[in-house]
């Protein structure tokens, strides 16, 4: 599986991304198997077997709202989506293949459902499910049979049946994507780039009046009897996460509203109205001043085409406020942005810690230089033997003959004011 970096623009598709182990409790064995050799005379006995358990956890009764990255529909918008396959977005690239059916077919599936189709009951897992299926998932891993969760029952069999994809089709419904995240809209939320998506089996088709949709991401754990039920009730399926959104004729896509702008709203108002912003462009807003008193500030739209140049400077006017705040509050969602800032960051400090040290360490030679060489000799000539004074002539020495290229060990930040330093004699006082 290829893992490089991304393009800007691109996207890698990939049919599936299955973890080395997959939910649930697994038991390790491990012993020393202890054998005799010519050495080691009579043979020792075995030490016991030891016996632990893991539990891999994941995901099983409900989906955190952290684990949807998006959804297609949004939820709760009102548009023409029949053209194009309700879907979820994942975070977690493996979370689809984190528990799986015996043969290998991933645990989750959307469906799109109309209001009379189905609908959502609440209640504790055992009285949803019902005991059969209850008693599959326990076996699967111990879990409460009291907790509280969401099903989907459809009104009958038959119904149920037009609404759940095959077995087959579930694995082609689902896929993980590998895109750059810089060049998206998710910059500030993901950090490797890797999605998974679960795609609907079913268009969410308009009719002359606006139709109300369920999307539901289901569980299949256990639930062979999805496909293998042919009487009776119809199976109730666990939800994990839902939305609900409106297909109507027309709207709910950028493009639709990118061309059926209000320009009134921008001001130009309806015949009749009083314009909402002034002869220069602003909007009066109400606001406070910092001693807890009312007042009236303006705000320029960056949409209108007309406004004074340069804007107005003061507490009356929050344009450039406002401006300043956005685009900070741009900059700290924008994941590599903030990263550039680091790295610019380290580089100016490093730069300015080296160029302190030279700054340092040509202060030292410019001291030593300045004392002249007959006080440089006499300060450094050893007295009685001091070595203190021997090691102060072989650093002044080594600093000179090497002053284009010294480091941070071979000049002190005292400069040459430790060569004459000299040892205390043996009794003296400090």
Same mark, same amino acid.
């Given at each position: 599986?290829?893992?490089?970096?991304?393009?800007?623009?691109?996207?890698? #598709?990939?049919?599936?991304?299955?973890?080395?182990?997959?939910?649930?409790?697994?038991?390790?064995?491990?012993?020393?198997?202890?054998?005799?050799?010519?050495?080691?005379?009579?043979?020792?006995?075995?030490?016991?077997?030891?016996?632990?358990?893991?539990?891999?956890?994941?995901?099983?009764?409900?989906?955190?709202?952290?684990?949807?990255?998006?959804?297609?529909?949004?939820?709760?918008?009102?548009?023409?989506?029949?053209?194009?396959?309700?879907?979820?977005?994942?975070?977690?690239?493996?979370?689809?293949?984190?528990?799986?059916?015996?043969?290998?077919?991933?645990?989750?599936?959307?469906?799109?459902?109309?209001?009379?189709?189905?609908?959502?009951?609440?209640?504790?897992?055992?009285?949803?499910?019902?005991?059969?299926?209850?008693?599959?998932?326990?076996?699967?891993?111990?879990?409460?049979?009291?907790?509280?969760?969401?099903?989907?029952?459809?009104?009958?069999?038959?119904?149920?049946?037009?609404?759940?994809?095959?077995?087959?089709?579930?694995?082609?419904?689902?896929?993980?994507?590998?895109?750059?995240?810089?060049?998206?809209?998710?910059?500030?939320?993901?950090?490797?780039?890797?999605?998974?998506?679960?795609?609907?089996?079913?268009?969410?088709?308009?009719?002359?009046?606006?139709?109300?949709?369920?999307?539901?991401?289901?569980?299949?754990?256990?639930?062979?009897?999805?496909?293998?039920?042919?009487?009776?009730?119809?199976?109730?399926?666990?939800?994990?996460?839902?939305?609900?959104?409106?297909?109507?004729?027309?709207?709910?896509?950028?493009?639709?509203?990118?061309?059926?702008?209000?320009?009134?709203?921008?001001?130009?108002?309806?015949?009749?109205?009083?314009?909402?912003?002034?002869?220069?462009?602003?909007?009066?807003?109400?606001?406070?001043?910092?001693?807890?008193?009312?007042?009236?500030?303006?705000?320029?739209?960056?949409? #209108?085409?007309?406004?004074?140049?340069?804007?107005?400077?003061?507490?009356?006017?929050?344009?450039?406020?406002?401006?300043?705040?956005?685009?900070?509050?741009?900059?700290?969602?924008?994941?590599?942005?903030?990263?550039?800032?680091?790295?610019?960051?380290?580089?100016?400090?490093?730069?300015?810690?080296?160029?302190?040290?030279?700054?340092?360490?040509?202060?030292?030679?410019?001291?030593?230089?300045?004392?002249?060489?007959?006080?440089?000799?006499?300060?450094?000539?050893?007295?009685?033997?001091?070595? #203190?004074?021997?090691?102060?002539?072989?650093?002044?020495?080594?600093?000179?003959?090497?002053?284009?290229?010294?480091?941070?060990?071979?000049?002190?930040?005292?400069?040459?004011?430790?060569?004459?330093?000299?040892?205390?004699?043996?009794?003296?006082?400090?």
């Amino acid at each position: 599986m290829p893992e490089g970096p991304i393009a800007a623009g691109s996207i890698r #598709l990939h049919d599936k991304v299955t973890p080395s182990l997959t939910a649930g409790i697994y038991r390790f064995r491990s012993g020393l198997d202890v054998r005799r050799t010519a050495q080691s005379g009579t043979p020792q006995p075995a030490p016991p077997e030891h016996v632990t358990h893991v539990q891999v956890g994941g995901p099983r009764l409900t989906l955190d709202a952290t684990e949807v990255t998006a959804q297609h529909p949004p939820r709760d918008a009102i548009g023409a989506f029949g053209d194009r396959l309700p879907h979820v977005v994942l975070g977690r690239r493996t979370l689809p293949w984190e528990r799986r059916l015996p043969d290998g077919t991933p645990w989750l599936a959307l469906l799109v459902v109309r209001t009379e189709e189905a609908s959502l009951v609440t209640g504790p897992l055992r009285n949803v499910v019902g005991d059969t299926v209850y008693n599959k998932l326990n076996g699967i891993e111990p879990v409460d049979g009291n907790r509280t969760v969401v099903g989907l029952r459809a009104k009958d069999l038959t119904t149920f049946r037009a609404l759940l994809p095959s077995r087959t089709d579930v694995g082609l419904l689902t896929h993980v994507r590998q895109v750059n995240v810089a060049d998206t809209a998710l910059a500030g939320r993901d950090d490797d780039g890797w999605f998974a998506v679960v795609t609907a089996n079913r268009l969410p088709l308009g009719r002359a009046t606006p139709v109300r949709y369920t999307a539901c991401l289901v569980s299949l754990e256990a639930r062979d009897d999805a496909w293998s039920t042919t009487t009776g009730a119809p199976p109730t399926l666990l939800v994990l996460a839902s939305w609900l959104f409106t297909t109507s004729t027309a709207g709910g896509t950028f493009e639709h509203l990118a061309a059926h702008l209000d320009l009134g709203g921008f001001g130009t108002p309806p015949a009749g109205q009083p314009h909402l912003v002034d002869g220069a462009g602003a909007l009066g807003l109400a606001g406070t001043r910092r001693d807890g008193t009312p007042t009236t500030m303006g705000y320029r739209s960056p949409l #209108l085409g007309a406004a004074p140049d340069p804007l107005p400077d003061g507490p009356a006017d929050v344009t450039a406020d406002a401006a300043f705040e956005l685009g900070r509050l741009l900059a700290a969602a924008d994941g590599r942005f903030i990263r550039e800032v680091v790295a610019w960051h380290r580089a100016t400090d490093e730069a300015a810690r080296v160029g302190g040290a030279a700054g340092a360490r040509a202060g030292s030679v410019g001291s030593y230089a300045a004392t002249g060489p007959t006080l440089r000799r006499a300060a450094a000539a050893p007295v009685d033997g001091d070595p #203190l004074a021997v090691l102060g002539e072989a650093f002044a020495q080594r600093l000179l003959s090497r002053t284009g290229r010294a480091d941070l060990w071979q000049a002190h930040p005292g400069g040459s004011g430790v060569v004459p330093r000299q040892l205390r004699r043996e009794g003296e006082e400090s």
